[in-house]
């Protein structure tokens, strides 16, 4: 059932999305972490082995909520302590199983398995070379090869090949050639090629997307809260006089999206 009301105009009507900004960021979440879910998976380690993911936002969050369903010994880490608060809301998911949270960085060599997700300027080199480990999994923040100055700053390869383990993959989403993997770069990607197609069909007179600067709440406001309240709305409303269905298009660009161990 669509969400129709009248505009200025009887004649002219608003269409609104009953997809929600939170929903656009849970499904990319949800790709990048059953990626990671099928790999512990196939490694066939115990429930109990432990595991580190590094980095919270948003990638972090949505994989130690989907492994929260299998695995008791998970431990989260980031240097922003707040960021603790996105493991009670319903981003990513739901917490199946406890998940430890921790600032302290020098627990990221305490795990048998290690998930880095921490992209550009997060883990070293030097800090890489220090792991010892049974499976090491990095996430790519570059997408699709399209922008040489962030292909340049990438260094997860020299990264990854400084890890000591067996095991040692690469997770990489792509799909509607954004420049980078992030959950934010790729929602605001699918929204962008929304306002697009939307202005290609007849009928419509504009469109707009509910998308702010939230970076700006998260880390420098640090309100976990505010920033949920604001993602739980309509992520789309179109202004038209041929009515057509939003979600189905939403749904069409999330489709695009695919998340890989490579």
């Given at each position: 059932?669509?969400?129709?009301?009248?505009?200025?105009t009887?004649?002219?009507?608003?269409?609104?999305?009953?997809t929600?900004?939170?929903?656009?960021?849970?499904?990319?979440?949800?790709?990048?972490s059953?990626?990671?879910?099928?790999?512990?998976e196939?490694?066939?380690?115990?429930?109990?082995?432990?595991?580190?993911?590094?980095?919270?936002y948003?990638?972090?969050?949505?994989?130690?909520?989907?492994?929260?369903?299998?695995y008791?010994?998970?431990?989260?880490?980031?240097?922003?302590?707040?960021?603790?608060?996105l493991?009670?809301t319903?981003?990513?998911?739901?917490?199946?199983?406890e998940?430890?949270?921790?600032?302290?960085?020098?627990?990221i060599?305490?795990?048998?398995?290690?998930?880095?997700?921490?992209?550009?300027?997060?883990?070293?080199?030097?800090?890489?070379?220090?792991?010892?480990?049974?499976?090491?999994?990095?996430?790519?923040?570059?997408?699709?090869?399209?922008?040489?100055?962030?292909?340049?700053k990438?260094?997860?390869?020299?990264?990854?090949?400084?890890?000591?383990?067996?095991?040692?993959?690469?997770?990489?989403?792509?799909?509607?050639?954004?420049?980078?993997?992030?959950?934010?770069?790729?929602?605001?990607?699918?929204?962008?090629?929304?306002?697009?197609?939307?202005?290609?069909?007849?009928?419509?007179?504009?469109?707009?997307?509910?998308?702010?600067?939230?970076?700006?709440?998260?880390?420098?406001?640090?309100?976990?809260?505010?920033?949920?309240?604001?993602?739980?709305?309509?992520?789309?409303?179109?202004?038209?006089?041929?009515?057509?269905?939003?979600?189905?298009?939403?749904?069409?660009?999330?489709?695009?999206?695919?998340?890989?161990m490579?």
């Amino acid at each position: 059932m669509m969400n129709i009301d009248t505009g200025i105009t009887s004649e002219v009507l608003t269409i609104k999305s009953e997809t929600r900004l939170i929903d656009i960021f849970n499904d990319i979440i949800l790709k990048k972490s059953e990626a990671v879910f099928n790999y512990i998976e196939s490694l066939n380690i115990g429930v109990d082995t432990k595991i580190i993911v590094i980095g919270t936002y948003f990638t972090g969050v949505g994989i130690v909520k989907r492994l929260s369903e299998k695995y008791n010994n998970i431990l989260l880490i980031d240097i922003y302590p707040h960021l603790e608060g996105l493991l009670h809301t319903e981003l990513g998911g739901s917490l199946k199983n406890e998940v430890e949270f921790s600032s302290d960085l020098d627990l990221i060599y305490s795990g048998d398995v290690v998930i880095d997700t921490t992209g550009f300027g997060g883990i070293n080199v030097e800090q890489s070379s220090r792991f010892d480990v049974e499976a090491f999994i990095i996430e790519d923040p570059v997408a699709e090869d399209n922008d040489e100055l962030l292909k340049a700053k990438n260094n997860i390869h020299e990264r990854l090949k400084e890890v000591n383990s067996p095991n040692k993959v690469i997770i990489k989403t792509m799909g509607i050639d954004t420049k980078t993997s992030g959950t934010m770069t790729l929602a605001i990607g699918i929204l962008t090629d929304l306002l697009n197609r939307c202005h290609e069909k007849e009928g419509v007179l504009y469109s707009a997307c509910e998308m702010g600067f939230f970076e700006e709440v998260i880390f420098k406001e640090e309100n976990i809260d505010k920033f949920i309240e604001l993602i739980n709305v309509s992520a789309f409303k179109v202004s038209t006089i041929q009515p057509f269905d939003l979600d189905e298009m939403i749904a069409e660009e999330l489709n695009r999206i695919n998340s890989k161990m490579v």
